[in-house]
């Protein structure tokens, strides 16, 4: 593996996820987290999926301890000099994601690799902010990401073909499927999921059918491990907002991409699913009550 030295920065559910996939492929791992809660509480959902997956036999008590022994923690970005590949995995705030970037190009050694999970904002505008855009590449993981099998790796104007390439390779040792996205809004996957969960809401929203009934309908019906609700609480009503407002300023004219009166008004009242503990469903941590 020519990536031997990963740096992830942002340790909440998606950043310790891609964390521990890196670190359980057998790169060393440095998770760079400024919130000393959120560095914990990462770590311990590390090493509580680690456990689980030995508890299931998908992995030795030998593998999870070499495992937690690669991981690295630090709150400054200087320790991420020497890595190979720095995955962004921070708050969707695109300023704070460019800054990020600008400083990181600044301190990262010239042959490192950027990458930015983001699910919502174009990859282009960050791997301009960088400095070094031919090295800089879209790797979009799924939640949770030690049991979701695919990364998205999105491929914008300035990237080299040989960077689309080691991403590609990273995507494979990590225990993925890679398959090429464009820099458009959603890639392949939200670009097609988000309209569907959106769609799901406003036909709950229109009175034409239950939220068990929608549910049901596409877990039965079409073979899906989550109906669309379920899955919209699961990933979080205010991040679906978040991406699809996001997308209705930049284009006003899709219908797509409204977002539905009722999904704003629950992020209001506090409902955001799974992570409060009340969406659609109730939650008792991570199963439906
Ligand atoms: N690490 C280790 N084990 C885990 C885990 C994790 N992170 N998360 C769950 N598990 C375990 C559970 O504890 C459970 O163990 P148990 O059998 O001992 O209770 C086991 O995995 C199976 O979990 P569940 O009982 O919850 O049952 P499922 O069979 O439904 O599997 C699932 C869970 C894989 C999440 C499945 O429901 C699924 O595939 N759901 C769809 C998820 C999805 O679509 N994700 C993509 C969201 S979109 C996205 O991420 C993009 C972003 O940009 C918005």
């Known amino acids: 593996m020519a990536i031997q030295k990963v740096g992830v920065v942002g340790c909440g559910l998606m950043g310790s996820g891609i964390a521990q996939v890196s670190a359980a492929a057998g790169s060393q791992v440095v998770v760079c987290e400024l919130a000393t809660e959120v560095l914990e509480k990462g770590f311990a959902r590390i090493e509580g999926s680690l456990r689980k997956l030995v508890s299931k036999e998908k992995l030795t008590a030998t593998q999870c301890e070499e495992t937690l022994a690669r991981f690295s923690k630090t709150q400054k970005l ?13 708050t969707e705030n695109l300023e704070a994601k460019k800054s990020l970037f600008a400083s990181l190009g ?9 990458a930015s999970n983001t699910s919502s904002f174009p990859i282009e505008e960050m791997a301009t902010a960088s400095g070094r855009p031919e090295r800089f590449v879209g790797l979009h993981f ?13 491929r914008h104007e300035g990237v080299s073909s040989e960077v689309i390439e080691e991403a590609r390779a990273f995507g494979k040792a990590v ?30 929203e229109r009175g034409d059918a239950t939220v068990e009934d929608v549910d049901t309908g ?11 609700i379920t899955l919209l609480d699961y990933v979080g009503l205010d991040t679906t907002l978040f991406i699809v407002e996001g997308w209705h300023a930049r284009y006003p ?20 699913g799974r992570k409060s503990g009340q969406g659609f469903y109730r939650w008792d941590g991570d199963k439906r009550a």
């Open 78 to 90: 200087e320790d991420l000099a020497d890595c190979d590949l720095v995955i962004e995995a921070i």
């Open 106 to 114: 600044g301190i990262c050694k010239p042959e490192a690799i950027f």
């Open 142 to 154: 799924f939640n949770p990401v030690p049991l979701m099998k695919l990364v998205e790796v999105i």
């Open 175 to 204: 225990g993925k499927v890679a398959i090429l996205a464009p820099d458009t809004p959603g890639f392949v996957v939200n670009r097609l999921l988000v309209p569907l969960l959106l769609e799901a809401v406003r036909m709950v």
């Open 218 to 228: 596409m877990t039965l019906g079409c073979g899906h491990p989550m109906g669309p």
């Open 253 to 272: 004219d899709n219908p797509l991409f409204e977002p539905p009166a009722v999904l704003r008004s629950m992020v209001k009242d506090g409902k955001l």
